[in-house]
């Protein structure tokens, strides 16, 4: 009896690692299927979006510490700072490397967004430093757990309760809003839309807005979980996300959602159960074994092409 | 010109705004210190109000050129044909061009130029060989680099092992990535488009993983040191003599691997990718066997990768899992889409500039790499179809007067 | 075209091959300045480790030409970045030899200094690292006139493991690496080491650097409840495991090697990183000769940063080869080098038969109120 309460306990321990891990996924994920379903791009600079929210929360948090506010006025302004910048640069590459390309071949965007999150890299390293900073605990204090904090960490349940806050809230957006409507009306046909009087270029931006605040959102909680940042903290979640959104099929916003959780959740258990060795082994593996037998991913509508 | 003045310096102000955080303030989160640098605000607020003013211009440029070419394009189509075969003439010549060039260049120039030179050659077949996947066939490969991988790994274990000398591992290296490419291939033939670059960079990391976790076998990430250059009919030639051996090789390898793309553009397969990459179905409808044309795509694009991988071990005596990753495969498909998919002066233009500017930035230390990725945004904007767009080959008929063709035709009916 | 093409190839090559073999030895003439490279991590992310060897290479030479150089000839430095990548690694060495330097200081990582010693080999010049710590650099007998003025990992992990199962008596051990060159080399002798004196080795897996967060492998050492937790890496991952372990209640000692001896582990992990022990090269900061230099270069305001110190030695031990042997000859350079004893920052050094460094070691460190402290057991 003894074993198996110890052996359960530990599932779920990995279970909400797992989750935790996955719903930072989710976060950036949905920034990747957002912009994929309406311009139909995989937007490679989106990690990098990531990594320069966490640095403005940084810088942020800092000047506030030092003007000695107090935890959660800190925690509420870095992360709506973070958002805000994050938006703004996601505005300004979607104006500089992607607009100009619209209507050419499907790569060139691609290798523009290569370049872009390599630009900003080097960025992030020359403006402010190559090496890991640390970022303060902001969501340490926040929940007290007593028993169940061996179970979940109280860092964690603040990622788990705030990204599905942030990810209802966008279901709603996109659902009920006229905003929504209209996002959903490009990503159906992009020229039925504007000829119905929708400003398909002001939406695309608000969708690259939209995405980069959530990755900025994801990267404070999870930054203030973890406790240090580089400028390299993005490409690694970046693909990963990015796996997760195409697993969850891509352009699908509750995909993106689901793709990122069952990604979490597989690493978890990989490295619980099997070796943290093979960890992304398994992570790819099993995005190559849904693609097999839904090649549009779980979500995804596999469209039948016309001839 | 007010106009221009009051854009620019809108946009100088947003950048200001935008780097603020980042450019200007740098805190110590546990030594609470701040560090002020305003002096970068001047550099940023007069860079982005000039380079705006630049990049406005020649957006307009472009943006003008296309639509007149447009314009054109609605004329007569006699006259763009024999232009573009004039220009087939013309890219004949530079190749030629370049090859008689890179023949004599390695008496000139010191051994660290002839080692770059090999590197940004052996990139020129890595993109030749990636084209055939990308350029020709349409499918999006981000994981080309495991093909590589395998055929640097297969020297250096073979070498390790059994003692095999760099000649015998050529075609064995070749045609194992070319299995390993026909493997990959089989379980994405369903996937399209980004459904299968994420599968390929998957691929791609997998392999990557395998050789760091597979300690028995790969010697993990500690590598495989010492492998041997090829001997020069049993001579050995020293450290200088290597060097220029090698650069002739690769020089070999790049005249071989461009004779094979050309002759595969125009062969059956060749055509029937182009085919598959236009439309699918439209392809299938005309009885081409997709499932072949794909798998010979995957299995043909890694044979390069896996030659070239081979002679990698062999260059850098040194192989490890380090060298193969995902930043590996985005440099391969860089050269491809900047060369112009499928153009093969293209390739060796973007291979050139890819892999020799960071090596001549190198003065610029810290810039480099900013530099070279604001480079790539930069050419894909005003250069969307590559360096040299590629002309597909026309098969032109001895050219008649309309009026003639319908007399003909007026003949023929009577 | 094809047919004459192989002949041609041929031909050319054997003519470069001919011509080839008098590129170098020129520049011997009396007066002219010795050249010397220095090769690491001077760019990019791993230049914290690479620019104080720059540094403190620097200031050596300043002194020793100010003093009228060596055999009456000044030193000139060709400094080269190869960002700690074996592919940059093997072109920045042939640019040195191409230079005509006599003789290499670097690289910096090891992996980079495995991938370019072939290519040093091959040009018949004598290298010295100060930082790479692979045991196959002297054990593989890759060069022969490979020297190091840093112990390499085995010594390293020799102590962590006699530490481990005589101070901490631990019966248990779970091992960690980042799957990186280093951190898993490190790991792997830790093991082999524990196993052979009787420790069951609980868990043996690598980290994905980079990851998210460890929370689940964490989760599965505090379930296999082990005595000790060994991880083989660097300081960024080190922090952040030994951070998130602490904050799950995980009260188990960390051992690591010099990979974490940072200034930046201590500040980055704060209260967790108290009571970590690393090994890293013996405290060196009461020899006369090391006070100084650490002193000059705080005036130029830099640190000897790790391996600021093991660089100044090399350089040192350099020199005085080229003294020794009255000449930049490369096979007498080797020889200078192995036969003689120098003081340096590190002490009084030499250089045994395969290239390794005589009389530097490496101790234990605590972490204790935010400072690293030497065990003594």
Not at chain 1, 11 to 21: Q, V
Not at chain 2, 379 to 390: E, Q, R
Not at chain 3, 291 to 299: C, M, S, Y
Not at chain 3, 312 to 319: E, F, R, S
Request: hydrophobic share 50%.
């Amino acid at each position: 009896m003894q074993a198996l309460n110890e052996s359960g306990s530990f599932f779920l321990e990995l279970f909400f690692s797992g989750l935790t891990r996955g719903s930072i996924y989710a976060l950036i994920a949905l920034g990747y299927t957002m912009v994929y379903g309406i311009i139909g791009l995989i937007n490679f600079a989106h990690g990098e979006i990531y990594m320069i929210g966490a640095f403005v929360g940084l810088t942020v948090a800092g000047i506030l510490s030092i003007l000695q506010f107090n935890l959660i006025a800190i925690l509420v302004l870095a992360a709506l700072f973070a958002m805000v910048y994050a938006a703004a640069y996601g505005y300004t590459i979607e104006k500089v490397a992607y607009k100009p390309l619209r209507g050419s071949t499907r790569l060139a965007p691609l290798i523009s967004a290569i370049g872009m999150s390599m630009f900003l890299r080097e960025y992030v390293i020359l403006a402010q430093t190559p090496d890991f900073v640390s970022f303060p605990a902001l969501t340490e204090g926040l929940f007290d757990l007593g028993a169940f904090s061996s179970m979940i960490q109280p860092t964690e349940l603040v990622i788990l309760i705030f990204s599905f806050l942030m990810m209802a809230g966008l279901f709603i957006l996109i659902k009920k809003t006229k905003i929504g409507k209209a996002m959903r009306a490009i990503s159906q046909d992009r020229e039925m839309a504007m000829l119905l009087g929708v400003n398909s270029d002001r939406m695309i931006s608000l969708t690259f807005m939209i995405g980069s605040a959530l990755a900025a959102f994801g990267a404070i909680l999870i930054s203030a979980h973890v406790g240090q940042i580089n400028y390299n903290i993005g490409f690694v979640v970046g693909i990963k996300a990015f796996t997760a959104a195409v697993l969850g099929g891509i352009g699908s916003i509750p995909g993106a959602a689901l793709g990122g959780i069952i990604l979490g959740l597989t690493e978890s258990f990989a490295t619980g159960y099997v070796s943290s060795d093979y960890e992304d082994v398994f992570a790819f593996g099993i995005l190559v074994l849904i693609l097999i037998f839904k090649p549009a991913g779980i979500l995804g509508k596999s469209t039948t092409e016309k001839v | 010109m007010v106009e221009n003045i009051k854009k620019s310096s809108i946009i100088a102000v947003w950048f200001i705004f935008l780097s603020f955080p980042l450019v200007v303030l740098r805190v110590d989160y546990i030594d609470k210190t701040i560090d002020y640098r305003w002096h970068n605000i001047l550099w940023i607020g007069i860079g982005a109000f000039f380079i705006s003013w630049v990049w406005r211009y020649f957006l307009k440029r472009k943006n003008e050129s296309d639509k007149s070419s447009e314009g054109k394009n609605q004329g007569t189509s006699a006259s763009t044909s024999r232009f573009q075969v004039q220009k087939i003439f013309e890219h004949k010549f530079a190749l030629l061009g370049i090859l008689i060039a890179a023949a004599i260049v390695p008496q000139f120039m010191s051994t660290y130029q002839t080692s770059i030179f090999i590197t940004a050659m052996m990139y020129v077949v890595l993109g030749l060989g990636l084209n055939i996947v990308v350029g020709m066939a349409g499918l999006l490969d981000l994981g080309y680099v495991a093909f590589y991988a395998v055929g640097a790994y297969t020297y250096g274990l073979l070498n390790l092992h059994f003692g095999l000398g760099f000649w015998i591992s050529i075609p064995i290296a070749g045609v194992l990535a070319a299995s390993f490419g026909v493997l990959l291939g089989i379980p994405v033939l369903r996937l399209r488009g980004d459904y299968l670059a994420i599968v390929t960079l998957g691929f791609g990391e997998i392999v990557r993983l395998v050789l760091e976790n597979w300690d028995v076998v790969t010697r993990g990430p500690s590598g495989i040191p010492g492998i041997p250059k090829p001997a020069f009919f049993g001579v050995k030639l020293g450290f200088a003599g290597n060097m220029t051996y090698l650069f002739y090789i690769i020089l070999a390898l790049v005249v071989i691997a461009m004779v094979a793309t050309r002759r595969l553009q125009s062969s059956r397969i060749g055509r029937s990718w182009v085919a598959l990459r236009e439309d699918e179905i439209a392809c299938q409808a005309m009885g081409i066997d997709t499932t072949k044309a794909k798998l010979a795509a995957f299995g043909l694009g890694a044979f390069w990768a896996g030659i070239i991988g081979v002679f990698f071990a062999a260059k850098s005596s040194f192989v490890s899992p380090m060298s193969f990753t995902f930043f590996e495969s985005a440099i391969i498909l860089s050269i491809v889409v900047l060369g112009g998919m499928g153009s093969v002066l293209g390739v060796i233009l973007a291979a050139g500039i890819l892999i020799l500017l960071p090596e001549y930035l190198r003065f610029m230390a810290d810039y480099r790499l900013l530099i070279f990725g604001a480079l790539m945004v930069v050419m894909m904007v005003f250069k969307p179809g590559g360096l040299i767009t590629n002309i597909r080959q026309q098969y032109t008929l001895p050219k008649r007067n309309s009026k003639e063709e319908l007399a003909e035709l007026h003949s023929s009916e009577t | 075209m094809k047919k004459f093409l192989s002949p041609v190839i041929v031909g050319l090559a054997l003519l470069t091959a001919v011509a080839g073999c008098d590129k170098k030895e020129e520049a011997t003439a009396a007066n002219s300045p010795i050249k010397i490279g220095i090769a690491g991590a001077f760019a990019g992310d791993l230049a914290p480790y690479g620019i104080p060897q720059k540094n403190t290479i620097n200031l050596a030479v300043e002194e020793i030409n100010a003093a009228g150089g060596v055999l009456g000839r000044q030193i000139e430095i060709y400094a080269e970045d190869d960002a700690c990548k074996p592919e940059t690694a093997t072109n920045v060495a042939s640019k040195l030899i191409g230079e005509g330097v006599v003789a290499v200081i670097g690289h910096t990582c090891s992996g980079a200094t495995i991938a370019a010693m072939s290519v040093y080999r091959d040009a018949d010049i004598p290298v010295i690292s100060s930082s790479a710590t692979s045991p196959a650099l002297t054990l593989g007998g890759q060069n022969p006139k490979f020297f190091r003025t840093i112990p390499h990992d085995k010594a390293q992990a020799e102590l962590q493991t006699k530490f481990i199962v005589e101070h901490l008596k631990a019966k248990r051990v779970a091992v960690v690496h980042d799957k990186g060159d280093y951190g898993k080399g490190l790991a792997v002798l830790v093991k082999e080491g524990l196993e052979q004196a009787g420790v069951e080795i609980i868990l043996f897996e690598g980290i994905t650097p980079g990851a998210v967060d460890y929370s689940a492998l964490i989760r599965k050492i505090a379930r296999a409840k082990p005595d000790v937790i060994a991880f083989g890496g660097y300081h960024p991952e080190g922090s952040k495991i030994v951070s998130q372990a602490r904050k799950k209640g995980l009260k188990t000692p960390f051992v690591s090697g010099d990979g974490l001896k940072d200034p930046s582990f201590i500040k980055i992990a704060g209260k967790y990183a108290e009571g970590y022990y690393v090994s890293s090269p013996a405290d060196i900061s009461t020899i006369a000769k090391t006070k100084e230099v650490t002193a000059q270069l705080k005036e130029r305001g830099q640190q000897p940063g790790n391996f600021g110190l093991q660089t100044h030695a090399a350089i040192t031990a350099l020199v005085n080869a080229i003294e020794k042997a009255g000449s930049t000859d490369s096979d007498k350079l080797a020889a200078a080098l192995r036969s003689n004893t120098v003081a340096t920052t590190l002490g009084d050094i030499s250089f045994d038969e395969r290239g390794d460094v005589i009389g530097s070691g490496f101790s234990m460190y605590i972490v204790k109120n935010g400072d690293w402290v030497t065990v003594n057991y």
